[in-house]
């Protein structure tokens, strides 16, 4: 008997057994198959082959179809199965998120590409007079062979003129151009903190190193990272550089492929199924040398891997929130690991845990003190608000004069605030009713353009009530200030300069935030106002002040990791000042001025506030000092989730070492109608953590969890 070992994508543990004929040749693991699965037929992968399986081989199914071979090569099946055990998800879930979507269906394997049409002869010299629409299309061939999504795009009706035009032989199919790569363009010479950090990347360049590169904002790490690996390619390797989400724009695309003379391949969430698949092949046949992605593309097939880069590695949106809830980041350094090569992790504020690694001798710790070039770091002022000076739009008279300055001397100005909308909150100026969610336990933000009010936690929206629902009375009044008050504050304050938005509503689509960082960059006075778009990596030479209104809430968060995140966004983005010639400004509005925390940061002096932050955790026995995991539940009913996890934790006698602590509701304790506890789960040593959640977890899924009360597991969770 030969047996096959699946990997399913349903959320159960383990592998499922398969019968499989012995007189076809057998499917090596990591090969596509398609089974039966209850009524249902999916598509899995082959983690094992065997000779024999527990189960009586009457209640046996035998494999659909083998559908092609190994699509993941054993060192990524290693892998999967490291994170399955490693962050207690079941295997077959985790083995199907690593591969793009069309081949977690049974369909084709390789992608669709595009349709590009030409003129023919007979094209060139129809008589189209009667025929608009063919003759349009042609005026569009003229200039050369287009995709038929440029045609649809520029002409209307042009799929069936198109066909038209095929038929009577007036256009033919042609061969996409290749694409145009930017020409080569030589970096600047490297400064000396540069070239010690490219010499200690290279001199790991045959065997495992992590190495923490951290440089303030604009002091060439980028540089670093890309002679780096230009050298990889140079010895025939692959490099995977991975990005927050944010991070990866086109604009900087261009500049990898400039500076390295090599096709980036990208693979992020903006892409299409077919176009993620393309670099997914390209990247497994060796085709693709460079790969640029966010979290997911941790997992590309590299059959010629080299260095692996995490640029602003200390970025949230490297964990994955649903699903198995793995961190981009560390997988990344666990595969580096398996593969005997460098990587580079990039911050201007890294994580405590990477510092703390760092520290411990795990990475070696590379600095770049200093901007590079001729650009120096922002001065920064911390605005002491005890003044109850009055605010328009959260800004004070100092800031609007300090913003008057640097508009009239030709310079841009940043405001971040990190609240999309008019308001946080609607309010009853006679009763002091508050709008909220009915489905969470949050506030509804008010949208004023759009007439609505909406719960960022759950989507919900509703129409601005004309009075209040409990009183009747009609004067209901914003409170706070999100980014569309703020611009409007601004539009008037600022008539003669141009106020751009920047958030996830005003925003909508990769094209139109790049098309902004153009605008932006043609270096124009104006004034950006935005959320964490904002913040992030974008390197806006014009910019020569950047303010923050109010940080203080963060000060005071039960949230453990909300000091260092507050430090590492009030560093990054003051990082957006002063990058080009003009020396550039940042303002901190804060009632807090005397808070230790925010004189290191003032002092522009992250490693001492992390050192800072790094001693308080461990006084309080938290990561990185010991490992943390989630056991959280959600119901509709508070008692049910509450009671699974109270069962939960009289299931269990936790063996040394490891820590149980809770139910606790969660700090949004009610979202999208449903009420949410948590367990904490601390472990002295990690490796004692994977072992106990192993045997925790089954003994959760013996406990059979009522229906409608859903839970799970979260290894090292970055929110609580
Ligand atoms: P980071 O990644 O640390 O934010 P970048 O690599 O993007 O920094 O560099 C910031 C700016 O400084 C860029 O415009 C870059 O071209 C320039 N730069 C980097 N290294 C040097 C250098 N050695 N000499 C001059 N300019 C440099
Ligand atoms: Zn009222
Ligand atoms: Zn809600």
């Known amino acids: 008997m030969r047996i096959l070992r699946v990997a399913l994508p349903v959320p159960l543990p383990g592998l499922f057994d398969y019968t499989h004929d012995r007189k076809q040749p057998a499917p090596e693991p990591g090969s596509r198959v398609v089974v039966p699965f209850g009524r249902r037929r999916l598509v899995g992968v082959v983690l094992e082959v065997a000779g024999s399986s527990e189960l009586p081989e009457s209640r046996l199914k035998s494999v659909h179809q083998v559908l092609d071979g190994p699509c993941l090569d054993r060192h990524l099946l290693e892998l999967l199965q490291w994170c399955a055990r490693y962050y207690c998800h079941p295997v077959g879930e985790v083995v199907s998120m690593a591969l793009p979507g069309l081949l977690r269906r049974t369909g084709r394997r390789s992608p669709a590409t595009e349709s590009w049409y030409a003129l023919t002869e007979s094209g060139h010299q129809a008589s189209l007079d009667r025929a608009p629409r063919q003759d349009s299309i042609r005026a569009v061939l003229q200039e050369g062979p287009a995709s038929r999504k440029t045609l649809v795009d520029r ?87 991975l990005l927050p989400e944010i991070g990866l724009t086109p604009q900087l695309v261009r500049r990898i492929e400039a500076r390295l003379g090599e096709q980036a391949w990208t693979y992020h969430s903006g892409l299409n199924d077919s176009e993620r698949l393309a670099t997914w092949l390209n990247a497994a046949s060796g085709k693709a040398r460079v790969i640029v992605g966010t979290r997911s593309a941790v997992f590309m097939p590299l059959p010629e891997p080299g260095l692996f880069v995490i640029d602003e590695e200390h970025d949230g949106s490297f964990k994955q929130q649903d699903g198995p809830r793995y961190s981009g980041r560390d997988v990344a350094v666990m595969r580096a690991n398996m593969l005997g090569i460098p990587i580079v992790l990039g911050s ?60 009239e001397k030709g310079g841009q100005v940043l ?72 611009e ?66 963060a000060l005071f968060s039960a949230d453990f990791r909300a000091p260092e995140r507050l430090g590492q966004l009030l560093i990054q983005v003051s990082g957006r000042a002063g990058r080009g010639d003009r020396e550039g400004e940042f303002v901190l509005q804060t009632l807090h001025p005397e808070h230790p925390w925010l004189k290191d940061l003032a002092r522009n002096d992250y490693p001492a506030f992390a050192e800072r932050l790094l001693e308080e955790r461990k006084t309080a026995d938290l990561p990185p000092y010991s490992a943390l995991a989630m056991l959280r539940a959600e119901a509709s009913r508070p008692e049910t989730a509450q009671a699974f996890l109270d069962r939960a934790l009289e299931s269990t006698d936790p063996p040394e070492g490891i820590e149980l602590a809770g139910p606790f509701p969660s700090v949004l304790a009610r979202r999208a109608g449903q ?32 229906r409608n009360c859903r839970w799970h597991v979260e290894v090292d969770p970055l929110s609580l």
């Open 155 to 241: 002409v209307d009706g042009a799929a069936s003129a198109i066909a038209r035009m095929l038929e009577k032989g007036l256009v033919c199919r042609a061969e996409p151009p290749p694409r145009q790569l930017p020409s080569r363009v030589a970096g600047p010479e490297l400064n000396t903190d540069q070239r010690h950090a490219l010499a200690a990347i290279l001199q790991a360049r045959n065997h495992y190193q992590g190495l923490l590169l951290a440089g303030v904002t604009g002091s060439g790490k980028t540089e670093v990272y890309l002679q780096a690996a230009r050298r990889a390619l140079d010895r025939g390797r692959q490099v995977l550089l």
């Open 348 to 407: 201007a504020t890294p994580s405590l845990e990477s510092l703390h690694n760092a520290r411990l001798g795990r990475y070696r710790h590379l600095k770049l003190p200093e901007r590079a070039g001729t650009a120096r770091m922002a001065r920064w002022r911390m605005l002491d608000l005890r003044g109850k000076e009055k605010l328009e739009g959260g800004l004070s008279p100092r800031v609007l004069q300090t913003i008057d300055s640097h508009l």
């Open 415 to 486: 405001i971040f605030r990190n609240r999309r909308g008019y308001a946080p909150v609607l309010l009853c100026t006679a009763c002091g009713w508050q709008a909220d969610c009915h489905q969470c336990s949050a506030h509804m933000t008010w949208h004023h353009k759009a007439g609505r009010l909406v719960c960022h936690h759950c989507g919900h929206t509703q129409r601005v009530p004309t009075a209040c629902p409990d009183c009747g009375d009609p004067n209901l009044r914003g409170r706070g200030v999100g980014t569309e008050r703020l």
């Open 488 to 553: 409007e504050v601004l539009g008037q304050r600022f008539p003669d300069y141009p106020v751009y938005r920047v958030d996830r509503d005003s925003m909508r689509g990769r094209d139109s935030f790049e098309s902004l960082l153009e605008t932006v960059r043609k270096g124009e006075a104006c004034l950006l106002a935005g959320t964490q778009m904002l913040a992030k990596g974008h390197h806006l030479p014009g910019v020569t002040l950047a303010v923050v209104i109010d940080a203080d809430q």
């Open 675 to 706: 009420y949410r506890f948590q367990v904490w789960i601390q472990a002295r040593e990690r490796n004692r953590m994977t072992g106990f959640l192993q045997q925790f977890t089954s003994q959760l899924r013996a406990l059979k969890s009522p």
